[in-house]
């Protein structure tokens, strides 16, 4: 899949939210203010919404002031906020190249994949949103930063001895 010429200049207004179909929260990533208590009420109606519709409904929704584009892959749905203006097949289509980002990553992602590995589920989609405005938009760039900061991070846990740790070898 190529990058979509679009992404580029796509911006997030609002936030991602990956639930399971049980309703469990697994990631959450705001790109707007707002209290722990105005999130949890948001991210609990928004749950309850979606678990509630059909499978063969349509993906896309409005929502109090926003659009609700989301998408179920295996047993996590993808949600997103945006704004009325925003487009939503630009935003599934940003959905689809995170899952795409996360299974180049995981090998075929799953829930237990982001539940146990959360913090890499979030680092990657910080690789390609930042702010909520679409960074990289390869998938190669994106996976190539991720293995890059992996390196770094055995490197950082490797056992050293002590004259390395103070610098006298």
């Known amino acids: ?18 639930f399971s179909r049980q309703g469990k929260l697994r990631l959450q990533k ?4 707002l209290s722990d208590k ?6 609990r109606d928004l749950v309850q919404t979606i678990l509630a519709r059909k499978p063969k409904m349509c993906s896309f929704l409005e929502w109090r002031d926003l659009k609700i584009v989301y998408k179920r892959y295996a047993s996590l749905y993808f949600c997103c906020a945006v704004e009325d203006q925003d487009n939503e097949l630009i935003t599934l289509e940003i959905i689809h190249r995170y899952v795409e980002l996360l299974d180049k990553y995981f090998g075929s992602v799953c829930e237990l994949d982001i539940i146990f590995n959360f ?3 979030y680092f990657i989609l910080d690789e390609f949103l930042l702010g909520g405005e679409a960074q990289e938009t390869s998938k190669k760039n994106v996976l190539k930063a991720i293995e890059q ?5 055995e490197e ?3 056992p050293r001895s002590v004259l390395e740790e103070i610098g006298l070898t």
């Open 156 to 158: 950082a846990e490797a």
């Open 30 to 33: 705001w790109y707007v203010p």
């Open 119 to 121: 913090e890499k589920a």
């Open 1 to 18: 899949m190529s990058s979509s010429p679009y992404m580029h200049s796509f911006t997030f207004h609002c936030f991602m939210l990956l």
């Open 38 to 43: 105005e999130r949890k009420k948001i991210s």
């Open 149 to 153: 900061a992996d390196l770094l991070q």
